[in-house]
């Protein structure tokens, strides 16, 4: 897999493609405004590609790749995304974390996972708060911490809202941000 395609194993229908398409160019669009090296943007643009590459498969598949993962599709297809990934080469820690906890966060994201999940919620072609996340999407170059934290709020806020328990990793994950120095996300 090259970093701007999807595998060849992905299911997802031409709606949830142009959402990763949106998200890759948002991802990109950091990278070049914060002068990021080609290796690392390779690296962000590649759990970018992975991260939603099984979102339109069916449970059966998603159990079959993620068995360990309970819970709905929308928590077991990072997971099993990762899963395949790694079983097709995919050997990078930070890439893998990515993709596998982009719907959850994880306290000990590097840069690819933190990005990754700001992308994929700040990405233009979502129909709620454009202006809002809008304005986040413009401010991450600047303040990748600052929006890092913002977006996890909003995302724990639905989920909380939604009735949803929160799992172990998302815990963490927003217990490290609130305790962390501002900029320990560069």
């Keep these: 897999m090259t970093p701007s395609t999807l595998p060849a194993w992905a299911m997802v229908s031409p709606e949830r493609q142009a959402h990763i398409e949106r998200v890759a160019r948002l991802a990109a669009s950091w990278a070049d405004a914060m002068r990021v090296a080609d290796a690392e943007r390779a690296r962000w643009l590649r759990a970018v590609w992975l991260h939603d590459a099984l979102r339109d498969a069916g449970d059966a598949r998603l159990a079959e790749l993620a068995p360990s993962t309970p ?49 994929d919620y700040l990405e233009p072609g979502r129909p709620f708060d454009r202006d809002g996340r809008a304005n986040l999407a413009s401010r991450y170059p600047a303040d990748p911490s600052g929006v890092l934290r913002a977006v996890a709020e909003r995302r724990l806020t639905h989920l909380i809202q939604s009735g949803w328990s929160l799992p172990e990793p998302t815990v963490r994950f927003w217990n490290a941000l609130v305790t962390q120095p501002p900029d320990a996300s560069r």
């Design 71 to 119: 819970g709905p599709s929308e928590l077991r297809h990072g997971p099993a995304a990762a899963a395949r990934a790694k079983a097709e080469g995919e050997t990078d820690r930070g890439v893998l974390d990515a993709v596998r906890y982009h719907s959850l966060g994880l306290a000990e994201w590097d840069m690819a996972g933190r990005v990754l999940y700001c992308a």
